[in-house]
């Protein structure tokens, strides 16, 4: 399967306990995006990367998140010290920066904090 | 008020009407645009872009009026299929995306 891969797919957590999300984009694309999703919602932009470079992140995101793309592949979403508000679908997609912005998304991570 | 707004529907139709969505977006940077899919509990998928001379794909057409801030989607000959969440995106040049909360269509036998 050559598309985003996203894992876990569900994880369950207790108020307090840190996450963390991987994300495998399409192996060519260089830029690599997370959101968040509720229901009833559209998907909300949380960070995006060029590459290794994090070039823009969210106002409305609080400093226990934390995302990494190490090595311009696959990335990584951190969630410390997570609340019930935290619950949601999170959402990778990638993305060509030659392809105008043509964004291909993963399954997600359902994530529930108790 | 949203950077991006869509009309939530529900909208009802029957099979074989024409349906048309409208998203506004608030951000006059903006560079490019795009129609995705999201079926229930699944991610979104590309439908297609918006060019402002305006584009087909078979049944489906878009349309981006750059002077009113608005883009369009128009379904014709709706099949049980087509019954999903519309979402419509704005990108601006620097890379960041921007979605709606979707449009929901029922199309009904």
């Known amino acids: 399967d050559t598309g985003v891969s996203q894992d876990p797919r569900h994880k369950i957590t207790k108020r307090g306990q840190n996450v963390t999300f991987r994300c495998d984009p399409i192996s060519e694309h260089n830029r690599l995006y997370w959101y968040r999703q509720t229901l009833g919602q559209g998907p909300e932009f949380l960070t995006y990367f060029q590459n290794e470079a994090q070039l823009e992140k969210s106002r409305l995101l609080s400093d226990r998140f934390s995302a990494e793309r190490p090595k311009g592949s696959f990335s990584t979403l951190e969630i410390q010290r997570t609340e019930q508000g935290d619950s949601a679908m999170y959402l990778c997609a990638s993305s060509l920066v030659s392809s105008g912005g043509e964004q291909f998304f993963g399954p997600g991570t359902r994530l529930t904090v108790l | ?109």
Do not use: H
């Not at chain 2, 940077?29 to 078979?58: H, I, T």
């Open chain 2, 1 to 109: 008020r949203k950077e991006v707004e869509q009309d939530p529907g529900p909208f009802n139709v029957p099979e074989g009407a024409t349906v048309a969505f409208n998203c506004t977006y608030s951000n006059s940077a903006s560079q490019s645009f795009f129609w995705y899919r999201q079926d229930c509990r699944k991610e979104p998928k590309l439908l297609m872009s918006v060019y402002s001379s305006g584009n087909e794909d078979g049944r489906f057409t878009a349309q981006l009026n750059r002077a009113s801030q608005y883009i369009s989607l128009l379904i014709r000959d709706s099949k049980l299929s087509d019954s999903a969440t519309y979402l419509c995106v704005e990108n601006t040049n620097a890379g960041k995306s921007t979605f709606g909360d979707g449009t929901t269509l029922t199309v009904k036998p």
